[in-house]
């Protein structure tokens, strides 16, 4: 029977162990990365005066100089790729908080001429700065239209409409991107500094920017203005406000979150009547302990004080002081004697009742 070719083509296609390894379009090989990262990390460390090892800089620049007329084969790729690796290891060590791939991005950034370099070094911070220009120039733009005014400000959303409401809307939410980019292009603007940028991470201040204008127009215009009325938040108007919210959208999350907590709280009742009685049942429990040790300690000296009263040896009377100390030390009720056994025949008493017979019948 002929097989289908186009069942074969459907097979070799979902099956991962056959398909052909492709490389990512534009992604370095790992050779490639490994003299470009210990390149730019000798060069950070040199030009910001770090302290490395004279052995591994000549190495390095022996390395960088002769891997192009060096031979192909493969004894002598592995132990030039082998020197390489030890040489990152160093300098990584050498650079550290700073990373390879950061102190890399920069270098390779900063030796690439931008039409709009002078914004930033990599563009993440050229499209944060941008972005901020653009919602500064927003703020002012919608801030000359004769609708912006703290009148229709303070009318808010619901008693407000039409043309008016648009316009002051717009401005708010300029207001709020305006406090949200300047947030997000200071901490980028850090982790440039410090050499530790990752470009993985780029698309999360884009969301950043994204909950600010959301939480910059919640903390203005949803939430009730009372929740503010005892804080230093209460003589700020309404810009201010938007600007605050887009400037920390965790701020307005936590807010959120205790108000919902709020509720939780009138829906299931006042947690701390459950604390109050958990803390006194243990209570209970703790004094009904303590009363049921004394009540042991009790026993074990009326039964040492009919001991007294019967004469015995001054042997048992010790061995029963003994025993009533080292309980009472160790903090344990145990075992008591039981008030109508002999005192030479209790089980408590630490010896046996041969010896006590005999100590009681020695001659005092």
Do not use: W
């Amino acid at each position: 029977m002929k097989a289908n070719p186009a069942l074969l083509a459907l097979a070799k296609a979902v099956r991962p162990d056959t398909a052909p390894e492709v490389a990512a379009p534009g992604a370095p090989t790992l050779a490639a990365q490994l003299r470009h990262e210990c390149e730019a990390m000798a060069r950070h460390a040199l030009q910001h005066g770090l302290h490395v090892a004279p052995d591994t800089v000549a190495r390095l620049v022996a390395l960088l100089s002769s891997d192009e007329r060096a031979g192909t084969d493969g004894a002598s790729v592995a132990a030039r790729m082998r020197d390489f690796a030890m040489i990152h290891a160093r300098l990584s060590q050498v650079v550290a908080p700073a990373t390879p791939q950061g102190i890399a991005l920069l270098d390779r950034h900063r030796h690439t001429p931008h039409v709009i370099g002078l914004l930033g070094p990599v563009p993440l911070i050229r499209a944060l700065t941008l972005a901020a220009i653009g919602f500064l120039c927003a703020v002012i733009l919608s801030g000359l239209s004769a609708e912006v005014s703290e009148e229709n400000l303070e009318r808010g959303m619901l008693a407000s409409s039409g043309t008016a409401l648009l316009v002051n809307m717009l401005f708010l939410m300029c207001c709020a991107g305006l406090g949200a980019s300047f947030a997000t292009l200071f901490q980028a603007h850090r982790y440039i500094a410090n050499s530790t940028y990752d470009p993985k991470f780029d698309a999360s201040y884009g969301a950043r920017l994204i909950l600010g204008l959301i939480a910059g127009l919640i903390l203005v215009e949803i939430l009730p203005a009372h929740l503010f009325a005892g804080s230093s938040a209460s003589g700020f108007g309404k810009p201010a406000m938007a600007m605050l919210g887009g400037f920390s959208a965790s701020a307005v999350h936590r807010l959120l979150q205790r108000v919902v907590d709020s509720l939780e709280t009138v829906v299931r009742g006042d947690p701390s009547a459950q604390v109050h009685a958990a803390l006194e049942s243990q209570r209970a429990y703790a004094s009904s302990e303590r009363m049921q040790v004394q009540n042991e300690h009790t026993q074990r000296l009326l039964t040492l004080q009919r001991t007294l009263d019967a004469g015995a040896s001054i042997d048992t009377v010790r061995q029963q002081l003994a025993m009533l100390t080292r309980t009472a030390l160790s903090g344990d009720g145990g075992a008591y004697l039981d008030e109508g056994a002999a005192p030479a025949d209790s089980a408590a008493a630490p010896a046996s009742s041969d010896a006590i017979s005999a100590s009681a019948a020695t001659p005092r």
